[in-house]
């Protein structure tokens, strides 16, 4: 059996109808990088002005920061993956910080009330990093957002191809106007749609996509993406034919959040008897995590995971960013994760049978 790292496109909801629900004040962009350097340019920072980032990131989600000119400085997470207030307090006193990058890691929503009182209280703007937690965070009104802004990423969550959001929580600023251009072409968008049916019929069949061939092929992709140059393109755009169809349909939201939800239960309790630490073994009401968490306490189980036809994986694994990687000993609980840390899918394409099988691979482990 082979168990995909993400959920498959469901092809009689994007044949249904129904109204395009959105979120209260949001714009929509490709991708979540996309939102993310444009929600900093509508909050007034220049080329130049010092953002906060943790050191637990993915480099690909900050690289176009770094080609437009912001000057990127870094911060250590705790052990629960939050920040330090008196670490924050130090770096805001020593540099002009003028914006802080948050993460709600995994799906996980923290609670940032404190961050953000400090933060403003030195006249810095907040920007939530939902790009993990769109079945968590998206549906709640604008309101409700804590930081100045959010954004999202919902092809993290969803089957499509794009999906960058930002939603802005100050009246003081305004929304971007939706350019009449998509997200992605209609193209781009069917050959996703082609090349995940194809995914599917290959997985049924057996072929293991999480195999060392396949593992090198995306390496070397990966590679050539990170090497291309940044999209300073920073215009908002419509969402594509896909998204627009999961983002119509709120049982399919619902009862995504739901099977997830049973999904993590039944794993976490599982693996707890197994002898695994798990990252968190529960989740509040209203959470929905990205993936099962655990600890790879002997090294080497994301190999074994794949080698057995489950898509489980690191973050952000090889996207992590230089300057942390050649500074370990200022950064070392976010080298710790990154090493440490194993995201097993619990995603809603996924059924019981699927379940047992991931337990049954890790009781062998």
């Known amino acids: 059996m082979i168990i995909s790292a993400r959920p498959y496109p469901d092809i009689r909801l994007l044949s249904s109808r ?9 714009s929509f962009y490709p991708l979540g990088r996309d939102a993310l350097l444009s929600g900093l340019i509508a909050l007034g920072l220049k080329k130049g002005d010092s953002v906060i980032i943790p050191a637990y990131m993915c480099d690909s989600t900050i690289r176009p920061l770094k080609a437009y000119g912001f000057n990127l400085v870094f911060i250590d997470i705790e052990k629960d993956l939050s920040l330090s207030f008196d670490k924050l307090k130090k770096v805001i006193e020593e540099s002009q910080i003028k914006a802080l990058l948050v993460v709600h890691y995994f799906g996980l929503t923290q609670n940032i009330d404190k961050v953000v009182e400090v933060c403003h209280e030195y006249g810095i703007k907040v920007v939530e990093d939902a790009s993990h937690s769109l079945l968590s965070q998206f ?27 930002l939603r802005i929580n100050n009246n003081c600023y305004q929304s971007a106007v ?32 999480y195999g060392q061939l396949m593992n090198d092929i995306k390496t070397k992709l990966r590679s050539k993406a990170s090497n291309e140059a940044c999209n300073l ?10 998204l627009r169809k999961y983002l119509s349909n709120e049982k399919y939201l619902q009862d995504s959040g739901k099977a997830i939800v049973n999904h993590f239960n039944q794993l976490s309790l599982a693996l707890q008897k197994l002898g695994f630490r798990l990252l968190v073994d529960s989740v509040d009401k209203g959470v929905i995590p990205q993936a099962c968490v655990v600890y790879d306490d002997k090294g080497g189980l994301v190999d074994y995971l794949r080698l057995k036809g489950v898509g489980a994986w690191r973050w952000p694994d090889e996207e992590m960013p230089d300057e942390v990687i050649q500074h370990a000993d200022v950064y070392p609980n976010a080298i710790f994760f990154d090493k440490k840390l194993v995201l097993i899918p619990i995603h809603q394409s996924l059924g019981v049978k699927q379940i047992d099988y991931i337990i049954q691979v890790l009781s062998r482990w």
């Open 139 to 165: 549906m709640r009104d604008r309101g409700s957002i804590k930081g100045d802004i959010e954004i999202f990423s919902m092809r993290k969550s969803l089957p499509v191809v794009d999906g960058g959001v």
């Open 18 to 26: 129904g109204d395009f629900l959105g979120a209260d004040g949001a």
């Open 178 to 209: 939706a350019s009449n251009s998509s997200c992605v072409s209609i193209i781009s968008d069917v050959k996703y749609l082609i090349l995940r049916l194809f995914e599917k019929i290959a997985t049924g069949l057996g072929v293991n996509i």
């Open 233 to 242: 393109d920073v215009e908002s755009c419509q969402v594509s034919w896909q």
